[in-house]
């Protein structure tokens, strides 16, 4: 400890500013300004780790896949349908299924776009029947993950940009965060319930520091993934033609773009045979995505693309045939260093190669990050309600901040689970019946807003997580009325997709019940009388006050709080 | 089973770095280890850690290794955290 933390630790007595304190500041405002939105995208992200599952649960017409069929196969009959699917479309890409995921997602350039239209299709196909899904309309856990990088409702340049900046501030929350809290390894095991300010503070530590190397990596690796947009000088800088372009594009992505058809007919050659190529070189189960350029013309081109499986990079790693012979043309299978570098952060932030093990670590480790935020959010409140002159009246900001935690924590899991009461409850032949589900979403994370507004904060708080808890544990009853794969169905026919995600969902919600008893079984204490000494020796508040010098100033200990959480 | 293998060296690894530290020796024993002891508690803890990390890399490769040893240890160490808070709602429980 140094002088100046010494000094801090007094009452009463400012000192010069130390480096960790400004930091302590820095952490606070960068950590709190952005943390709304930022909890919402790890909480979103980190459900995304299992968006295929959630997929297959929306649509529960489709039976539960026993075995992945074999791409050589369902290729073919796919790319029948496109014909009518997709008549001239100079590109189109189906994305295989896997062990996790039972559809052909495919999507398409529209040969000649109405206007006002978007130049691109999309649809799934049921990889059996080569048809496309017979299942009600929904974006599936696809919607998650979109919101996770570009929200919704607004242009995604300005959304990503903004999914970017708070990325930013998150990074600067994370390292302000250690630097504040030096102590933060030593302190490593250290959890003081029942102490108010410094049981929340403990929490929080111990979530940031348990998962730093999974929050650093993820914060990172995601700014990467979005870095070509929000740092585009060095790319344009160094790469001044068009062709030179295309050239790092085709080092980063696998994506080869549509030369001009020559205008001479020429049917495809037999797809399967080219996919059987590419899995005796890769393996039976490794195809991810096969996409034809300009079929039917003599310069077609068909990409097998290997997938995300057991490779920490997505880097582009492809076969290329010449669509009406299926000579192959081309095999890449390494890119170069900087290629490669990219490819690999942007595969640890997807986590997609990961088998379910890892998977669930990554989820339990990302959920970890949601409370970590979540805690910081909620440890601005606890801070400052002790120094309320009148707890009852508190000034605008503090209140803006309360009620804006209340929503953003306990209103999104409302608003997550609506979705998926709006999947399984709205008429299956609705118009736009994909987009109301999203609707649904927003309509009541919006209400849960007006709601935390409008009553107290305590009551809100429970009253809410209790919603959010009904709301999850629900949700398998709906399902049981609703659908005819209810949960013990699942488990005994060994349906893990279905019986995890459901079991899932009772977990969360039991989580949220445990919330909501502990909220309101906490008695607010009356307001301090007197500053209780530390426990047990006076090295303990030194340790509080390196962290949060400025509360310190005034307070000295934090063990009397009013927000105090333990019953 | 090589998930298990990595749990099962990072869990007791970091289950001997937190017996290596005064506060948790106080906090289990009422007393501080002697130096001996400590030193010993953690260097077996980093051991562990070390072994954890070699399985994993031996298993899954640099690559996978790496990411998957990361989630373990991650994990170990939350399991960690929890059982001490539990050990200490016991002991204020039995007050």
């Known amino acids: 400890m140094t002088a100046i933390e010494k000094k801090n630790s007094k009452p009463g007595k400012p000192a010069a500013r130390g480096i960790r304190q400004t930091m302590s500041d820095l952490h606070i405002w960068a950590g709190l300004l952005v943390g709304w939105i930022l909890y919402a995208m790890f909480l979103t992200g980190t459900v995304s780790y299992f968006k295929e599952e959630i997929s297959q649960w929306m649509r529960p017409e489709l039976a539960h896949q026993a075995v992945v069929p074999d791409p050589a196969e369902v290729v073919p009959r796919i790319a029948q349908e496109m014909q009518q699917v997709a008549p001239g479309s100079n590109q189109w890409s189906l994305g295989m299924p896997d062990a996790r995921n039972n559809v052909v997602s495919a999507f398409w350039r529209i040969a000649k776009p109405e206007k006002g239209e978007r130049g691109f299709g999309s649809a799934v196909f049921d990889p059996q029947t080569g048809q496309k899904v017979a299942s009600r309309e929904t974006v599936g856990g696809e919607f998650f993950y979109r919101f996770h990088f570009q929200f919704h409702y607004m242009p995604v340049l300005w959304a990503r940009w903004l999914a970017s900046f708070c990325a930013m501030f998150m990074l600067v929350a994370i390292v302000s965060g250690v630097i504040t809290h030096k102590k933060i390894f030593v302190d490593f095991f250290t959890f003081r319930g029942g102490k108010g300010q410094r049981s929340w503070l403990d929490a929080h530590n111990a979530l940031s520091v348990f998962g730093l190397p999974f929050h650093a990596m993820i914060t990172y690796t995601g700014l990467v993934t979005l870095m070509t947009m929000t740092m585009p000088w060095a790319s344009t800088a160094a790469f001044k033609t068009q062709a030179e372009r295309q050239a790092m594009q085709s080092e980063i992505s696998a994506f080869i773009p549509a030369g001009k058809p020559s205008g001479e007919a020429a049917p495809l050659a037999p797809l399967g045979d080219m996919v059987r190529q590419a899995q005796q070189r890769w393996g039976e189960d490794r195809i991810g995505r096969v996409t034809v350029n300009n079929a039917g013309d003599t310069s077609a081109r068909v990409i097998v693309t290997y997938g995300d499986f057991e490779r920490v990079s997505i880097s582009p790693k492809y076969m290329l045939f010449e669509g009406s012979t299926g000579k192959l043309l081309e095999v890449k299978d390494q890119v170069g260093a900087a290629a490669e570098t990219r490819g690999v952060l942007y595969a640890l932030h997807l986590g997609r190669f990961g088998d379910t093990t890892v998977r669930w670590l990554y989820f339990l480790t990302s959920l970890a990050g949601t409370a970590m935020v979540g805690t910081g959010l909620v440890m601005w409140t606890v801070k400052r309600r002790t120094k309320l002159p009148n707890p009852d009246k508190p000034y605008f900001g503090f209140w803006l901040v309360e009620r804006l935690n209340i929503a953003a924590i306990a209103g999104l899991s409302i608003a997550m689970a609506a979705m998926l009461w709006a999947n399984r409850l709205l008429p299956l032949e609705m118009e736009k019946r994909s987009d109301w589900e999203i609707h649904w979403f927003f309509i009541l994370w919006g209400a849960s807003l007006v709601w935390a507004m409008l009553r107290p904060a305590k009551r809100a708080w429970v009253e809410l997580l209790w919603a959010g808890c009904a709301a999850l544990a629900l949700l398998p009853v709906v399902n049981v009325l609703t659908t005819d794969r209810p949960l013990w169905r699942s488990l005994i026919e060994g349906d893990w997709v279905f019986s995890g995600l459901e079991l899932s969902l009772l977990a969360l919600a039991a989580l949220h019940a445990w919330l909501a008893v502990r909220t309101w079984r906490h008695k607010p204490k009356p307001k301090p009388q007197r500053q209780v000494a530390p426990r047990p020796a006076p090295a303990r508040a030194a340790d509080v006050g390196a962290v949060v010098p400025s509360a310190v100033a005034n307070s000295a200990v934090i063990a009397t709080d009013l927000q105090e959480a333990r019953p | ?95």
């Open chain 2, 1 to 95: 089973m090589n998930h298990l293998a990595i749990q099962l060296l990072s869990l007791p690894a970091f289950a001997l770095l937190a017996l290596a530290m005064d506060r948790h020796q106080l906090d289990l024993f009422g007393r501080e280890l002697a130096p001996g002891q400590t030193r010993g508690l953690r260097r077996f803890g980093w051991l562990a850690l070390l072994a954890s990390l070699a399985v994993a890399v031996a298993l899954k490769g640099w690559s996978l290794g790496l990411v998957t040893w990361c989630g373990h240890i991650s994990l170990s160490a939350a399991i960690v955290i929890l059982s001490m808070m539990a050990w200490e709602q016991r002991k204020s429980v039995k007050k």
